[in-house]
């Protein structure tokens, strides 16, 4: 110590001073810094949870104090355990050790970030333990002589249907939350008819669309937006319908009301947010040539480094640099059937030449490589080898419903139809 305080004397003692408040400074960066990065991982559980932030930011939550007992909530955050739960709420080390051992205690070995354990604790003991598992199952815990009974318990759900019907004066989404209709469920809404109607391009005001969907209620309380049941949408005055049917392999697709499957083996854009730059014209002037060159394929703008999708599943054939395509892809869809990438800024991971693919599944990025004038896609459909139109082209459908399966589906299908066309002759 004297030693040190000998060292300290050779330096003036303003520069030591100046030296603590830097220490300080850095000391109460670092603080800010990983309090910061943690106020960051909570806001992020709030945002998905939609548990509110200061919940959050305390262990625990105390919900209700009686004489001799007191219940408090926890939402599990990253790193907790059980053990660590219990014990931030007051709860003793060998009452919890109690519960660990008790029979059917591996019910509440795999709990999960942003949900709820709730407990009731007299005496700094356990006597009665919740753990919201999901939103239609729980598990308590209970005392009895000699440790807990644990249950695994399915709550009651109810399912009601709710119609909803849609007149586009500015956009799909937009008029629809107007109609207080969830996000999710439009989200899917595109998604069931994205194959026949590009929502980027072919949307018109005056197109109209109708959906019957469920919410999901557990005791009485609402608890999530269920699945679309039946939706038809008019766009450019031709109506599209889809019906929801669980097949007997156990999942559930849409079909039309004729049993055609909704989905097509290909999609019909392979850039979501973009616009048409240049069509299918076997006569246009090329803007870098200046010559007339045919342009055998849709170039999509976008900006650089917005992900392209496969618009159908596949093999890689190709993923090159190739002349005035810049960074190519092709991919080889069947026999008949291939599509072609061009102008990429980069390829996604795992693209290369022999890989499969899946419809949908981001193959690279838009960019300006080759002979190109700013960012885009250059997209190209084969068909035996031959170019066609990628905005004309019928793509064919997925598998129809089947032979065993057709008299249930008709039945079902006819059903929901009927049930929305009469929804739609009340709301006038």
């Given at each position: ?85 219990l014990k931030n709420m007051g709860a003793k080390t060998e009452n919890i050790i109690d519960l660990i051992n008790s029979q059917n205690s591996e019910f509440l070995t795999n ?65 629809g939350l107007k109609k207080d209709i969830p996000d999710s469920v439009l989200m899917d809404l595109v998604y069931i008819f994205g194959w026949d ?232």
């Amino acid at each position: 110590m004297e030693k040190n305080h000998r060292l300290l004397s050779y330096f003036p003692k303003k520069h030591i001073f100046l030296l603590l408040v830097i220490s300080l400074i850095i000391l109460f960066l670092f603080s800010f810094s990983a309090s910061k990065e943690k106020n960051k991982e909570l806001l992020e559980y709030s945002l998905i949870t939609e548990i509110p932030l200061k919940a959050l930011q305390e262990n625990s939550l105390t919900i209700k104090e009686n004489h001799d007992s007191i219940i408090k909530e926890s939402i599990i955050k990253r790193n907790d355990s059980l053990f660590s739960i219990l014990k931030n709420m007051g709860a003793k080390t060998e009452n919890i050790i109690d519960l660990i051992n008790s029979q059917n205690s591996e019910f509440l070995t795999n709990i999960k970030i942003g949900n709820i354990v709730r407990a009731e604790l007299s005496e700094n003991k356990i006597s009665n333990l919740t753990y919201v598992e999901d939103y239609k199952t729980e598990v308590t815990a209970t005392k009895i002589d000699g440790g807990y009974l644990i249950k695994k318990n399915k709550l009651e759900e109810e399912r009601m249907e709710v119609f909803k019907t849609v007149t586009i004066t500015n956009s799909l989404y937009t008029d629809g939350l107007k109609k207080d209709i969830p996000d999710s469920v439009l989200m899917d809404l595109v998604y069931i008819f994205g194959w026949d109607i590009d929502f980027v391009h072919d949307i018109r005001p005056g197109d109209k669309y109708s959906l019957i969907y469920e919410e999901v209620f557990i005791e009485g309380e609402k608890k999530l937006n269920g699945d679309i049941i039946i939706a038809e949408f008019i766009n450019r005055n031709k109506t599209y319908t889809a019906v929801r049917y669980k097949l007997k392999k156990g999942n559930s697709e849409y079909f039309s009301t004729d049993g055609r499957n909704v989905k097509k083996a290909f999609l019909r854009t392979p850039v979501k947010l973009s616009y048409i730059s240049s069509k299918y014209n076997l006569k246009r002037k090329h803007p870098i040539l200046h010559t007339i060159r045919a342009h055998k394929g849709v170039d999509y703008a976008a900006n650089k480094g917005s992900p392209i999708r496969a618009t159908g599943s596949g093999t890689i054939s190709s993923a090159k640099v190739n002349g005035g395509c810049g960074k190519e892809i092709k991919i080889k869809h069947s026999a008949d059937y291939t599509t072609r990438y061009c102008h990429l800024d980069k390829y996604a991971k795992n693209i290369k030449e022999g890989n499969k693919v899946s419809q949908g599944q981001t193959i690279g990025y838009v960019g300006s490589t080759g002979l190109a004038t700013g960012p885009h896609l250059h997209y190209e459909f084969h068909v035996n080898g031959k170019h066609k139109d990628p905005l004309k082209v019928k793509f064919p459908y997925a598998d129809p419903i089947g032979k065993d399966e057709e008299t249930k589906f008709f039945s079902k299908a006819n059903y929901f139809f009927d049930k929305l066309k009469k929804y739609q002759l009340l709301s006038g």
